[in-house]
């Protein structure tokens, strides 16, 4: 599905329609090319793991703390008279999830399996108000941007609405408690480019589990583009806010973003696209733990499923709702959905079990369930050519019926005797002759002996309407809801719900109520009429559901073509009585001072709360039951509590934590060593060892004593360090250790220092750290610093030549003053427009070992597109050994750790080079050129041989850039040690 976010003024809507209708036909034509593409693939079979790409795990690239939302709110509200951004702007995301060739049927035998309207009524609304509308974009930047893309939360006290661009707080009776606020200002902080920027696609999450919220949007400015993330610090979303920037693992536009919590993670999908071409879908694992923490350090886990597996439509994580946690150790699920029309052998639905291990990522797996695919009741997920599918009333344009893709969310529940999945998506309803309808299919998978079953698989609509745009989800009974847009020939674009109780016949829905009636319509070029909307249920009894949907008046009809207005709404079945939960509140203090504490976790369970500055925490929700409270904080000793808590009972617990000193070392330097001046410790060497210490934790420390354990590699250890008085958070303090390292240690092997500390007659525990046995073999090392300018050093050489073989030595490598890290040279290739290739070749060196390693820093700027779908010129690394034949370093059997290979160099444009994997485009993931850390574990088999390395820059006919530099290149060979083994 294309992501079109339209930003326009009002009146430059003419001379926009134009461009569009221009660059159409360029999508159009790319749109074929990928359905001749996607349907030469592998399109029934289930894909064996082997084929998903193992995990990638990468850390926040930058981290902030917002200011309150209400500041920012009070002063936007006095701004607001200000256009924030006075230049218009056209934006239009290409990508290829409907780049499929569907087949329907005039004669369809997918003739989908019709719900039917009892003759009771859906109960009424509770609540009905307007939520964000493009008349909030024009105040706040000047702009109609379009489609909406709205999504909701509710939280314990607050609903918080997210549109394209904007997200706006309200109080639990529709009151607005802030502007509409743009999405960039959780992020400002961040100093970052996409601070600035607001481009949408946003997802919002209310964790239950650690009373949070999580806001999310993309940034799109340059590849590797970002996922923009921000955790607020505490239940309040007028507070402050963590804010991350995570960068993609590769080139790929992360499309079509959605979100998700799990007890383990929040998780998140991604449509991935490589300049307009649909390449599979991305799964990531962000670590929850930290970012509920605000750590720097937060990462995910990633997961590339090919476009072979993967449906262009785009897959779901499941979201949990509700307090009771799935069984232990379940992993997140993720879901697609398979159809005939693509070439299916069946109307499926796939489920997959992501287990993200955030300790150890390589361990992390992601594997088709065992029961998928699911097959389900026939549906056809086909719509006519392009995206002109759902007739309004006139003066409507044709919109856009998504029915390509399963739409959010897919919601999780454990409802005891059995767990939940329940799902939606757009279906056609009407042969293909025949003017298009489009339904929603409801689906409702139980689980309750370890595999999901079909429980629900109906479709809502008749041929005379169309449903889509639908949410679902199900209250803690299990009793489902479902809201969607509806149109007829004679109606315009209303918002509608129904649904259904958990003991009703599985194929039976309620009447439908309208939560808002439109007026009326979109008469705007695009057919976008929007991509998702949100339902989510009430924290506070787990049984209201909260709507949100787009809608039009006849007054913003008349506004713009783009005058889009959204809903919020709520309502609840009668019959639902609110959920068993019960409270924990309290203060935590230091049992020495008194003093509160914050940032002081409080965990029962998988629930969890963070003490504020005064030092409260709660109401810490969570079901009735036996818990032991877990309060801690580093710095202070770990507070245990067991409690029983009944259904409706709050309970206050108070906590004084007692503070204890934490010892870290900062650095280890060898002062002196019996054989072998290589500052090192050996195997069988004496060494003395100096040990700087520092007190990170919360209490001082009168008289630091540290006795040297010997174990772990150490013996004959001296007597014990007297470090003096520490205090908590002061500065560094070194003592000097001598100590004889075991001659069994092995040469490149880890030993473990422990020192026994004590303060005075009081224990404070034991604390070890690792040094590695000797240091590492040097095989080869060049930094370019001792040899003119415009030569090479000695016994490296160098060769150039045109595509048609013939010299060209104005492309040689050359060192260079222009850029470098160590001192002031490095080696440097051009990048002409010419087509051809040059070579720097290295010197001969010995590989003796196994475990041979290449690191150097890599500065590139090469010919590419601007998104890096086409690599136009590239670099490559190859390796040989005892002068034979090169071969590349991957095929060899090197592996990169990092800095490796960008992708495939393009075979357009006369590059000698086309074919092979390398680097292009620029290096590093900021907007300019950057020195990167290139490491590569040489092959194995180099064990034993004369090795020489090999770098070639191809380039083709096109443009030029300005090149390669390499600096500061190392091989190592393993360890050496200078005495013992």
Not at 185 to 196: D, I, V, Y
Not at 245 to 261: A, L, R
Not at 678 to 697: C, H, K, S, Y
Request: charged share 20%; hydrophobic share 35%; glycine share 8%.
């Amino acid at each position: 599905m294309e992501r079109n976010y339209y930003q326009i003024r009002p009146e430059d809507i003419f001379v926009l329609q134009m461009k569009f209708r221009i660059s159409l036909v360029i999508v159009l034509a790319v749109v074929a090319a990928a359905t001749l593409r996607f349907n030469q693939g592998e399109a029934a079979e289930k894909p064996v793991n082997a084929r998903i790409g193992a995990p990638i795990a990468a850390t926040a690239l930058q981290f902030a703390r917002s200011e309150t939302i209400e500041s920012v709110s009070d002063r936007l509200r006095s701004e607001r008279a200000k256009n924030l951004n006075s230049d218009p702007v056209f934006r239009d995301r290409k990508s290829s999830e409907r780049n499929i060739e569907y087949k329907p049927s005039k004669n369809s035998t997918d003739a989908p399996q019709r719900a039917e309207f009892s003759s009771i009524l859906t109960p009424s609304p509770i609540l009905s108000f307007d939520g964000i509308s493009n008349f909030n974009n024009v105040a706040a930047f000047g702009l109609i941007i379009a489609p909406p893309d709205m999504v909701g939360e509710a939280g314990p006290d607050h609903y918080v609405q997210v549109a394209n661009t904007l997200f706006r707080v309200y109080s639990k009776t529709g009151q607005p408690l802030t502007a509409p606020i743009p999405i960039n200002h959780l992020f400002l902080n961040l100093g970052t480019p996409c601070s600035s920027r607001n481009d949408g696609l946003p997802n919002i999450v209310y964790d239950q589990l650690a009373d949070r919220w999580m806001i999310s949007q993309v940034c799109s400015n340059f590849p590797p583009f970002r996922q923009m993330i921000a955790v607020s610090q505490t239940g309040d979303p007028l507070g402050g806010w963590f804010a991350y920037e995570f960068v993609m693992p590769n080139v790929k536009i992360n499309d079509f973003p959605k979100m998700s919590m799990w007890p383990d993670g929040y998780y998140m999908t991604t449509n991935e696209v490589l300049g307009s071409d649909y390449t599979g879908t991305g799964i990531f694992a962000f670590d929850r733990k930290k970012m509920l923490a605000g750590d720097p350090a937060a990462g995910y886990v990633y997961f590339s499923l090919p476009a072979t597996i993967a449906v262009p439509g785009g897959m779901l994580p499941a979201d949990l709702d509700g307090l009771n946690l799935p069984p232990a150790g379940t992993p997140a699920i993720i879901a697609t959905h398979t159809a005939t029309e693509y070439g299916d052998a069946n109307d499926a639905i796939r489920l997959y079990d992501f287990h993200a291990d955030f300790e150890h990522p390589s361990a992390s797996t992601l594997a088709e369930r065992a029961e998928s695919p699911i097959v389900v009741a026939s549906f056809d997920p086909s719509s006519p050519a392009g995206r002109a599918d759902i007739s309004q009333p006139p003066p409507g344009d044709k919109l856009d019926s998504v029915s390509d893709t399963l739409m959010s969310r897919l919601t999780y529940r454990n409802l005891g005797p059995y767990q939940t999945l329940v799902a939606n998506q757009t279906v056609r309803l009407t042969p293909s002759d025949q003017t298009y309808r489009a339904g929603v299919r409801v689906y409702e998978f139980r689980n309750s002996s370890g595999t999901f079953v079909p429980f629900v698989q109906s479709t809502i609509g008749d041929a005379t309407s169309s449903r889509w745009i639908a949410t679902a989800a199900q209250d803690h009974q299990g009793n489902t809801a479902v809201q969607y847009n509806f149109v007829a020939d004679e109606k315009r674009v209303s918002i509608v719900y129904t649904g259904r109780l958990a003991n009703d016949p599985a194929n039976t829905f309620r009447a439908e109520r309208s939560l808002v009636d439109g007026t009326g319509v979109q008469k705007g070029f695009g057919w976008r009429w929007g991509e998702y909307s949100a339902m989510s249920v009430d924290p506070s009894d787990d049984c209201t559901f909260w709507i949100t949907n787009a809608y039009y008046s006849l007054e913003s009809e008349q506004f713009s073509d783009f005058g889009w207005l959204t809903r919020i709404g709520t309502f609840k079945f009668d019959e639902c009585t609110p959920a068993p939960k019960a409270a924990i509140s309290g203060i935590v203090t230091n049992s020495v001072t008194g003093a509160s504490i914050k940032d002081v976790s409080v965990e029962a369970y998988q629930y969890s709360r963070q003490t504020s500055a005064n030092g409260a925490y709660g109401p810490l929700t969570l079901l009735p039951g036996q818990y032991q409270l877990k309060v801690s904080k580093p710095g202070y000793r770990d507070a245990l509590r067991s409690i029983d808590i009944a259904d409706g009972q709050t309970q206050h617990q108070d906590f004084a934590l007692e503070p204890v000193p934490v010892i870290v070392t900062t650095g280890q330097t060898v002062s002196a060593e019996s054989c072998g001046l290589n500052r090192a410790a050996d195997p069988g060497e004496t060494v003395t060892l100096n040990i700087a210490l520092r007190n990170t934790g919360a209490a001082d420390i009168a008289s630091l004593d540290a006795e040297l354990l010997p174990i772990g590699g150490v013996t004959s250890p001296g007597p014990t360090q007297n470090y003096g008085a520490m205090p908590a958070g002061g500065s560094a303090t070194t003592r000097s250790f001598t100590f004889t390292v075991s001659p069994s240690v092995a040469c490149g092997s880890a030993i473990t220092l422990s020192l026994q500390l004590s303060d005075g007659s009081t224990g404070i525990g034991v604390y070890a750290f690792a040094l590695t046995a000797g240091t590492p073999k040097i095989a080869l090392a060049e930094n370019f610093d001792r040899t003119p300018s415009g030569g090479l050093p000695s016994r490296w050489t160098r060769s150039a030549f045109t595509n048609t073989g013939a010299p060209d030595p104005t492309r040689n490598w050359i060192l260079s003053g222009t850029r470098s890290i160590s001192f002031t040279k490095s080696v440097f290739s051009p990048d002409p427009f010419q087509p051809g290739v040059n070579e720097l070749v290295s010197p001969v060196f010995v590989i003796t070992s196994p475990s041979g390693k290449l690191t150097f820093k890599n500065w590139y700027e090469l010919e590419t597109t601007f998104l890096r779908n086409r690599l136009f010129d590239g670099s490559v690394l190859e390796i040989r050994y005892d002068g034979g034949d090169w071969q590349d370093i991957i095929a060899a059997g090197g592996e990169f750790e990092s800095g490796g290979y960008d992708g495939t160099i393009d075979g357009c444009c006369q590059n000698p080079l086309a074919g092979h994997r390398g680097w292009s485009g620029r290096s590093g993931v900021n907007q300019a050129s950057e020195f990167i850390r290139t490491s590569v574990k040489l092959p194995v088999s180099a064990a034993g041989h004369k090795v020489q390395l090999r770098w070639r820059v191809g380039t083709d006919i096109g443009t030029f850039r300005e090149g390669q530099y390499i600096d500061d290149l190392v091989v190592t060979d393993g360890y050496a040690c200078s005495c013992g083994n």
